[in-house]
């Protein structure tokens, strides 16, 4: 019966925003723009291109609104989250920020080991994810979190397929680097105590 | 190595959620009333390519008219301008040496029954129909007043017939006392002025941009092979994002050939060579490029023009037309600066080489240096249509142009016999 309910509150939150209703605007903001935050800060880091994302995805998520197809439980979140995704990386690639990796961190160690994220919080996970260089972190998240495939992603950013794939495998290794740093230094500060 | 903590990643990160920026909905909501005030406000325009069509339709009824002018028979012109074989008056004066004025003078006086200076003219002596004009002499000795025997709309006066092409077209230059000419005119001339003039800089978004992502450059030893994965397109950048295209005005050479089928009108052909220079620069988070774009065309133009008016030298004419040019050879060349690595240079000849169709028109004015050469200077107009290609070319930015021609003409006077 939720799920019926929950049929009815997307698709009516959908249908009375197509008629222009305000308040279903606000009311489908305030359910969802902390999700959405979440996703476009992964990544956009600017707060003022994060900002200027969410805007005009939610412009856009509103304008066309009627374009949306309900398709089961949550495909109204997952089709707004797939609106953030394109304004983000369409921003990334306009603003083609021209980035330097430092000095010896171009090859970063690809350790063998499993990467323990269990103890790290989410905010820390986020944190980290939005310190890898744009290129690994837009690829990064597409395939972990968009579950796109290398060609998917290799079509959306205009690359090569293989670039999408070796640039995910730095991304990954620079990632659990930055975890396995991350636990060293929860570790020393555990110790310390 | 294993994949399982991303997936973990991705489960415990499904439903994250932050703090929204501040004041974010407020931002929403203006914005959105900004659009609906703004959409309520849009004026009724004539959509950009309905104005274009409009006016490439003016332009080719006008190359229509005047074609038409030229190849129509009942035209005044050829009270002049000997169509056929068989003689009419002016001729006749023409080919006895005599004045032409002095000729028609006397058939205008001529009392009906009197002296007939005019030859027979055949049945074919204008071709076609000629309902305006009548031919000048007649067998028909009846009664005809005097100033009966022109015809012609008008006028009714008895002029002659170069007094009245001389008083209709406003000071045109005496003809010339000897057999009507044929001219061919060949022409040099150059247009636009390389590196002057506006730069066209635009952002394409035609120009997606490929690969070449920092690891691959970094890894590969041959990076112009990555970098210039599709050969296909011979625009594509090997980067991500779009890439920055300053375009340079085009410069021109031609060379023409043109050919007098009347006094006034002139249809020409030739040859052209256009050189389109574009200056490339991009900028991303994998690194840095500039570059350059360079194009050589080559084409045949088709053009008629029609004197207005000549006073001493100078002549000004209108003339429209058109040309189909293609893309000979175009290069691309750039230097990549990688971040933490040294730049590396990279060059690419396109294969795509499309045609490029333009119409034009224009207004020119010449100052005879000679009587066989002429110093002319052209300004006009040009529509390039699109060559559906994906070069990005100052044609595509800007389809309508301002050019200025400017060059020699030379005359080569041939008899008609």
């Given at each position: 019966m939720?799920?019926?309910?929950?049929?009815?509150?997307?698709?009516?939150?959908?249908?009375?925003?197509?008629?222009?209703?305000?308040?279903?605007?606000?009311?489908?903001?305030s359910c969802y723009v902390r999700y959405l935050t979440a996703v476009a800060a992964r990544y956009v880091t600017d707060d003022n291109d994060l900002r200027d994302v969410l805007q005009e995805s939610f412009l856009k998520i509103f304008s066309s609104i009627g374009n949306f197809e309900y398709r089961g439980e949550g495909s109204l979140k997952a089709w707004m989250c797939r609106i953030v995704v394109n304004e983000s990386v369409g921003l990334l690639r306009k603003q083609c920020r021209f980035e330097a990796l430092p000095d010896g961190d171009d090859e970063p160690i690809l350790t063998q080991e499993e990467t323990d994220i269990d103890s790290i919080p989410l905010s820390e996970l986020h944190r980290l994810i939005r310190e890898l260089p744009p290129g690994y972190r837009t690829i990064l998240n597409l395939y972990v979190f968009e579950e796109k495939s290398h060609r998917e992603i290799a079509e959306q950013l205009n690359i090569k397929e293989s670039t999408s794939a070796s640039q995910f495998h730095r991304a990954k290794a620079l990632l659990a680097d930055k975890i396995k740093k991350l636990h060293k230094h929860n570790l020393s500060i555990a110790y310390e105590k | 190595?294993?994949?399982?903590?991303?997936?973990?990643?991705?489960?415990?990160?499904?439903?994250?959620?932050?703090?929204?920026?501040?004041?974010?909905?407020?931002?929403?909501?203006?914005?959105?009333?900004?659009?609906?005030?703004?959409?309520?406000?849009?004026?009724?325009?004539?959509?950009?390519?309905?104005?274009?069509?409009?006016?490439?339709?003016?332009?080719?009824?006008?190359?229509?008219?005047?074609?038409?002018?030229?190849?129509?028979?009942?035209?005044?012109?050829?009270?002049?301008?000997?169509?056929?074989?068989?003689?009419?008056?002016?001729?006749?004066?023409?080919?006895?040496?005599?004045?032409?004025?002095?000729?028609?003078?006397?058939?205008?006086?001529?009392?009906?029954?009197?002296?007939?200076?005019?030859?027979?003219?055949?049945?074919?002596?204008?071709?076609?129909?000629?309902?305006?004009?009548?031919?000048?002499?007649?067998?028909?000795?009846?009664?005809?007043?005097?100033?009966?025997?022109?015809?012609?709309?008008?006028?009714?006066?008895?002029?002659?017939?170069?007094?009245?092409?001389?008083?209709?077209?406003?000071?045109?230059?005496?003809?010339?006392?000897?057999?009507?000419?044929?001219?061919?005119?060949?022409?040099?001339?150059?247009?636009?002025?390389?590196?002057?003039?506006?730069?066209?800089?635009?952002?394409?978004?035609?120009?997606?941009?490929?690969?070449?992502?920092?690891?691959?450059?970094?890894?590969?030893?041959?990076?112009?092979?990555?970098?210039?994965?599709?050969?296909?397109?011979?625009?594509?950048?090997?980067?991500?994002?779009?890439?920055?295209?300053?375009?340079?005005?085009?410069?021109?050479?031609?060379?023409?050939?043109?050919?007098?089928?009347?006094?006034?009108?002139?249809?020409?052909?030739?040859?052209?060579?256009s050189y389109l220079q574009s200056d490339i620069d991009h900028q991303s988070f994998m690194y840095k490029m500039q570059g350059q774009q360079q194009l050589h065309y080559m084409g045949v133009p088709l053009n008629v023009s029609?004197?207005?008016?000549?006073?001493?030298?100078?002549?000004?004419?209108?003339?429209?037309?058109?040309?189909?040019?293609?893309?000979?050879?175009?290069?691309?060349?750039?230097?990549?600066?990688?971040?933490?690595?040294?730049?590396?240079?990279?060059?690419?000849?396109?294969?795509?080489?499309?045609?490029?169709?333009?119409?034009n028109a224009a207004m020119g004015a010449q100052l005879d240096i000679t009587p066989a050469i002429g110093l002319y200077v052209e300004p006009g107009v040009s529509h390039y249509f699109d060559d559906h290609s994906e070069l990005n070319t100052i044609y595509k930015d800007r389809p309508w142009t301002f050019n200025l021609n400017f060059g020699l003409r030379f005359t080569i006077a041939t008899s008609k016999r």
């Open positions: 939720r799920e019926k309910e929950q049929i009815r509150s997307e698709q009516d939150i959908a249908a009375a925003i197509l008629r222009g209703d305000i308040a279903s605007k606000k009311y489908l903001y | 190595m294993k994949n399982d903590w991303l997936k973990k990643l991705r489960d415990r990160m499904a439903d994250y959620e932050m703090d929204a920026p501040d004041g974010l909905w407020d931002a929403i909501e203006k914005s959105s009333a900004g659009k609906r005030d703004a959409a309520a406000n849009i004026r009724r325009v004539v959509p950009a390519n309905w104005r274009r069509a409009a006016a490439l339709a003016a332009a080719a009824a006008v190359a229509g008219v005047l074609l038409w002018k030229v190849f129509t028979p009942a035209s005044p012109l050829l009270l002049i301008e000997p169509a056929s074989d068989a003689p009419l008056t002016s001729d006749v004066a023409a080919v006895s040496g005599e004045s032409p004025e002095l000729r028609i003078a006397d058939a205008v006086t001529a009392k009906p029954q009197g002296r007939r200076t005019l030859s027979q003219p055949s049945a074919n002596s204008i071709s076609g129909p000629q309902p305006d004009v009548q031919p000048i002499a007649c067998s028909d000795t009846t009664a005809t007043a005097p100033d009966t025997i022109f015809t012609a709309p008008e006028p009714k006066k008895p002029l002659s017939s170069y007094d009245r092409y001389h008083d209709e077209y406003h000071a045109l230059p005496p003809l010339p006392a000897k057999k009507t000419q044929h001219k061919f005119v060949v022409g040099l001339n150059a247009s636009g002025m390389k590196g002057a003039g506006g730069n066209a800089g635009t952002q394409s978004d035609r120009f997606p941009i490929s690969d070449c992502s920092h690891g691959n450059c970094l890894a590969s030893p041959n990076p112009t092979e990555d970098a210039l994965s599709s050969r296909r397109a011979p625009a594509k950048l090997p980067e991500m994002g779009k890439a920055d295209f300053h375009h340079k005005m085009p410069v021109r050479a031609a060379l023409s050939l043109s050919y007098q089928p009347a006094p006034r009108w002139m249809v020409g052909t030739g040859v052209t060579y029609y004197l207005i008016c000549s006073w001493r030298r100078l002549n000004i004419y209108v003339s429209a037309g058109g040309a189909a040019e293609k893309m000979i050879s175009g290069k691309m060349s750039a230097e990549y600066k990688p971040f933490g690595i040294r730049a590396e240079h990279i060059s690419e000849s396109f294969e795509e080489k499309p045609w490029q169709f333009s119409v």
